[in-house]
């Protein structure tokens, strides 16, 4: 192993062009990406890798994340785009280390981000709102795929039927909002991929899942009560919608509806519920035993809970 | 209640293993262990509260289903996907609503507002 670690760190010397690296170290990634660390000429780098074994590469990650960048959405700054090299053995991209913390309940609790906390809802809004102002032909090969028939088959598939998120799907299916804008979305925007340090929102992380869709998709997953970690309040826990649109409108000239916001809430909220089957049939197929993904498994009646909590509302 | 068994119960002997993780093993393990045992506490609490309260939800939710004229889940998500309660949605989520409850009551019980 320590072969390997120092296999990869003379790779980054020749794709950094760097005399020295060091400090190479591995941090928790996600399950298809490696995520290290490393120092450069003095300067700190964080490297993701494509986990061996898995195909499909980066995909459309790094464009999204310099387009992103040119659009004025605090993200790393892309340093290698390695999606097309073969220098590390696998596809591949070096961004400039952000520094501060993604721990949503650290975020949430601790004193020294109560600064953090006051400025973060408007932050989120107007972060959102210039990503939905970048063109989506920016971006070359983004998938454009409809939600509900994706998370249909997925809660198929997996063979666990739900009347609750039978009636959400039919509810969102019979209120489909209409005529609405498609561009460039994060995918995953929530409390948990942004990083933040003092003064608030420091760089939105995460975009392997960026596609094309409807830019309201981002503002309500922000809003699943999962991603409010406990928070009293709506946006990610420590604002209110208003907040979160005010912020929004003034970056964008658009104020979002909130009843759309909520369609994609309540299903941000079903998607999350039918990802908490997936994670505990992870663990209960053998594919990847653990404790912790079989206890998600008694999460799935926390959404079903809130499903009923968003369509009573929806509709009284 | 715990025939043919002798004490502890079930349950009195989940209370025995969480004391012990509480009380012994929590203070002795690194930071991410803590947190695994964390979970495994809570999953102790799980089975504790399902054994609890477990054979009264059964029934309620048997009641549901005969309600509905249906032997299971299943077969009830099946007639909504069909779209045989379009009409009734919201009187059919305030029917499925106790179900629910009692689910949360026994996985997360602080989750209920």
Redesign the interface.
Do not use: C
């Given at each position: 192993m320590a072969s390997d670690a120092e296999e990869l760190a003379s790779g980054i010397r020749v794709v950094m062009n760097a005399t020295d690296v060091s400090g190479l170290r591995r941090l928790t990634g996600g399950a298809s990406r490696e995520t290290w660390r490393f120092n450069a000429d003095g300067q700190d780098f964080v490297l993701q890798r494509v986990r061996k074994g898995t195909p499909g590469g980066l995909r459309t990650e790094p464009a999204v994340l310099a387009a992103a960048h040119r659009g004025g959405v605090p993200v790393p700054e892309l340093v290698v785009d390695g999606s097309h090299r073969d220098e590390l053995d696998r596809p591949f991209m070096i961004v400039r280390a952000v520094q501060g913390e993604t721990i949503a309940r650290k975020i949430l609790r601790d004193d020294e981000f109560s600064a953090a906390r006051q400025a973060l809802p408007a932050q989120l809004g107007k972060a959102a709102a210039a990503l939905h102002r970048i063109s989506a032909s920016e971006v070359e090969g983004l998938v454009n795929e409809d939600q509900i028939d994706r998370y249909k088959q997925v809660l198929d598939d997996l063979g666990e039927p739900h009347p609750v998120f039978e009636v959400a799907f039919r509810w969102l299916e019979m209120n489909r909002p209409t005529s609405t804008r498609q561009c460039i979305v994060h995918g995953d925007f929530r409390l948990g991929n942004m990083m933040v340090n003092e003064q608030g929102l420091s760089a939105v992380l995460d975009w392997e899942l960026s596609h094309i869709g409807d830019p309201m998709e981002d503002l309500g997953w922000l809003c699943v009560r999962a991603w409010r970690f406990g928070g009293a309040h709506p946006v990610a826990g420590l604002g209110t919608y208003e907040a979160l649109f005010d912020a929004y409108e003034a970056e964008s000239g658009v104020r979002p509806d909130a009843h759309i916001v909520r369609w994609w809430e309540t299903l941000g909220t079903l998607k999350w519920g039918i990802m908490c089957i997936t994670q505990a049939s992870a663990h209960l197929s053998g594919m990847a035993r653990s404790h912790e993904l079989a206890a998600i498994g008694r999460r799935v009646c926390e959404n079903e809970y809130d499903l009923l909590e968003l369509l009573t509302l929806e509709n009284s | 209640m715990t025939a043919p068994h002798d004490r502890p119960s079930a349950v009195e002997l989940l209370e025995a293993v969480r004391e012990w993780m509480e009380k012994d093993l929590m203070s002795g393990i690194e930071p991410r262990l803590q947190f695994?045992t964390r979970?495994?506490m809570?999953?102790l609490d799980?089975v504790s509260r399902e054994i609890a309260m477990g054979a009264d939800q059964l029934q309620s939710h048997d009641e549901l289903l005969a309600s509905f004229g249906v032997k299971s889940?299943?077969e009830?998500?099946?007639q909504?996907?069909n779209?045989d309660?379009?009409a009734s949605?919201?009187e059919?989520?305030?029917r499925?609503?106790p179900v629910?409850?009692d689910?949360?009551r026994?996985?997360?019980p602080k989750?209920?507002?």
């Open positions: - | 695994h979970v495994a809570n999953v799980i889940d299943a009830l998500s099946q909504i996907r779209g309660h379009d949605l919201l059919v989520l305030g499925l609503r629910i409850e689910k949360v026994v996985a997360n989750y209920l507002r």
